[in-house]
């Protein structure tokens, strides 16, 4: 269990780029690299697109006047001057910008967190993949439900064979908040989103089943795509080619097949965001609206719900807990627990621990460049007519 004390052997002096007052995503990041204060120290930030703004927000969250920056190239210039200057940068911009910072940002010798879908392109991954190996520099991607515990426990159960062999993959990723087109023209974070200078080469995609995808890597790290085909509607129409809605349908390489829907116009749905993996003598079922609770269901037994922080639960899942039984907990807790791991994959990188790095189970560079290529061959399904295409996927075998 956690409790706050260090894993590592000091904070690391930790940067923003983006998150300003008005971002969305940013608090997100704050609340989970600083709930334990010996993992990450906020010690300067370009928060905001708009200078004055962004400078006016650091202050106010406490940074240091001068370490609060008007854009990041400066930020990178003078950090650099500095005995005790940043060693680590997370970067909560619209999509288009992650590219560029955080090649700037290895390059300026800096450790990257950055906001998911990571690139546009695989090819795009892979050029930063290299780079990062060169500095000796991770990567993280903030797939920010992926640190809910109860998914370590279903990863458990699964590879103990608790379920049997796996046979049907049912993802879902959804909710109803862009049913009209009204917020791509009042809200600012939503119009970028369709705009494909900005948001790449998908909406709900990119912006909603990157999380689901990479969470049944995470549970399922044995199980590779073979095939996908997807087909994608624009249901409001100034959003096309981007769509709003989109279902996809997997082939496994082991014979299983799998299913996702993801959608931004299920409308009158708050939070659709499910993972059920139907093995040959059981089932498992996460809701993410029901974070502290996972199904298991056994063919012709009574069902059962298994309960976050209980001693039966994996050691691995346990190890993740935070406050115990009784307390009920969620995203937040989930955001704190990957940035921890980020910062001690930081620190194993840092120190040349390769050990460390290879049984650490976090969203790496790898995770987010599966990401994009789950976004490409989507796209080229759908655009092609939704026809199956081969999946291609490079990830290395998980731990
Ligand atoms: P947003 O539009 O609400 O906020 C973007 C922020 O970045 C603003 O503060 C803006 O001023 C700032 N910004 C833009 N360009 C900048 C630049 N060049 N330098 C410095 N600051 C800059 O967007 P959002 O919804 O917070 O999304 C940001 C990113 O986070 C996107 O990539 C999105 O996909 C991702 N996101 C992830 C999650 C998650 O759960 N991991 C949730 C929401 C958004």
Redesign the pocket.
Known sequence: MLNGEKKIARPLRWAM??????????Y?HRIGALRDNTAYQLVAG?????AER?IDFGVNLGVDANRCYP??IKMFKEEAKREDGIEVVSI????G??YE?TKAALEAGLHVIC???LFFTVAEGEEIKALAEKQGKIVGV????SGNQLLLQMRAMIEQGKIGDIRVVDLQYTHGFSATEQGDKTN??QK?RVDPKVAGPSFVL??LST?TYYMSELIMPNMKIKKLLCDRQSFVGSRAPLEDNAFVLMQYENGAVGRLWTSSINAGCMDGHRIRIVGSKASLEWWDSKPNELKFEVQGEPIQTLIRAMPYLDETCNADERLGALHQEGLTESWANIYLKFAIAIDAKNRGDEETLKNLVYPDINAGIEGIRWIEKCVRSADNGSVWVEYESKKPQLV
């Open positions: 780029i983006g998150g300003g007052r008005t971002g969305q995503v940013g997100k370009a928060f905001d697109i708009d962004g854009d990041y909560a911009t619209p999509n910008t992650h910072i906001e998911k879908p903030t797939y920010g439900f600012a974070a970028w990119g912006d999380h």
